[in-house]
């Protein structure tokens, strides 16, 4: 299946940050998946890496965009954890 690919890679402050992202969007693994195109996740220390493999341009552009958009829905929601747990108890 692999004529087209693409690998993303994302690097934060500490390994923590790339755990908790990692985590988050690994749950969709297998689930986007289908016989267009395929994903796979690793982490190493603070980085998140994806290796995105597609039968065709078009699929590989829709995974691509499928991921961007969960890695950032990832990276949002912890800063706002970030926030909420920074916040003095009122």
């Known amino acids: 299946m692999t004529p ?4 993303l890679e994302f690097e934060y402050d500490d390994p923590a940050r790339a755990r908790l992202v ?6 969709e693994v297998g689930e986007i998946d289908d016989d267009r195109s395929r994903t796979t996740i690793e982490r190493e ?9 597609a039968a ?5 552009r829709a995974a691509l965009n499928t991921w961007f958009s969960l890695v950032d829905v ?3 929601t ?7 747990r920074s916040r003095p108890d009122t």
Not at 22 to 27: C, E, G, I, Q
Not at 56 to 60: E, I, R
């Open 4 to 7: 087209h690919g693409a690998t």
């Open 45 to 53: 220390e603070s980085v998140v890496r994806l290796e995105i493999e």
């Open 22 to 27: 990692a985590d988050s969007v690994a749950r």
């Open 78 to 84: 912890a800063k706002v954890g970030d926030r909420l």
């Open 74 to 76: 990832a990276e949002r």
């Open 56 to 60: 065709d341009p078009v699929a590989l």
